[in-house]
């Protein structure tokens, strides 16, 4: 598929970030970032150890959280709390049992009172996620593809520049989370949202992302930024793309084992 939809995502740059927790009342540095740029509409995939620092750089890109120095800045303006333009999904769907697929999705515009005149939204993202005709299910009734499906459907309303993406797909089975990568990349290649992606699967990371950042350990640096040269659809059985596997591999200290 040849993406023809014009960027609508916005630019993120990472400038000389420094973040910290505490623990037991000592300083444990997570983050030291010096500089990470995303041009609008691009789509990167953030690899590293467990427990490196990558999901709390999304909550920090998110504004959830405020760096302990340094800053992020979207489109020039810097990122000093939450804001529907980004929108973090998480590994669990965290849908509200008591509300049905439509009022789950539905709940940004609704919180913000847009409901009345956007509700329109609603019908036209449950079917770009395949879920039109299952609008009055509850998530007891879905299966896991489908209750992820909801979860991206209730991101993708609220018309994101930035998608900040915890390993949305890591907890469901082989074949599901293959079709869902697709699924994932088609949509981001209509919406063309800026987009990162947290992930421990090399080659799902190779198969979504314009660009794979490789970190160390915690405190977290950024080791490679490896461009994916290869046009969409990507297929994970072309030479290219074994190569560029290799490349991630190696900067993870993993090639031995493959």
């Known amino acids: 598929m040849v993406a023809t939809a014009s960027a609508c995502g916005a630019s993120v740059r990472v400038v000389g970030l420094f973040h910290q927790f505490e623990l037991h009342g000592q300083p444990l540095p ?13 789509f990167i995939a953030l690899l590293g150890p467990s427990g490196c620092g990558k999901s709390t750089l999304l909550r920090l890109i998110a504004g959830l959280e405020r760096p302990h120095s340094g800053g992020i800045v979207m489109d020039e303006q810097k990122i000093d709390g939450p804001d529907p333009s980004r929108i973090l999904v998480f590994q669990d769907p965290t849908l509200f049992p008591w509300r049905t697929v439509r009022q789950n999705v539905a709940l940004g515009l609704e919180t913000r009172g847009l409901l009345r005149a956007q509700g329109g939204r609603v019908d036209d993202v449950l079917r770009q996620v395949g879920l039109d005709g299952f609008d009055r299910a509850y998530p007891h009734q879905l299966s896991g593809g489908m209750a992820q499906r909801a979860a991206l459907a209730r991101a993708l309303v609220n018309e994101p520049s930035i998608m900040l993406l915890d390993e949305p797909l890591a907890n469901l089975d082989g074949l599901t989370r293959i079709t869902l990568q697709a699924e994932l990349a088609a949509l981001w290649e209509r919406q063309r949202f800026t987009a990162f992606l947290v992930t421990h699967d090399v080659d799902e990371a190779l198969y979504l992302a314009g660009r794979v950042v490789v ?5 977290a640096r950024i080791l490679a930024d490896v461009r994916v040269d290869l046009p969409y659809p990507r297929h994970r059985g072309s030479p290219r793309f074994a190569e560029l596997r290799q490349r991630v591999l190696e900067e993870l200290g993993l090639r031995a084992h493959w």
């Open 215 to 219: 970190l160390s350990r915690r405190p």
């Open 30 to 42: 997570v983050l030291d970032v010096t500089n990470l740029e995303a041009a609008a509409g691009e």
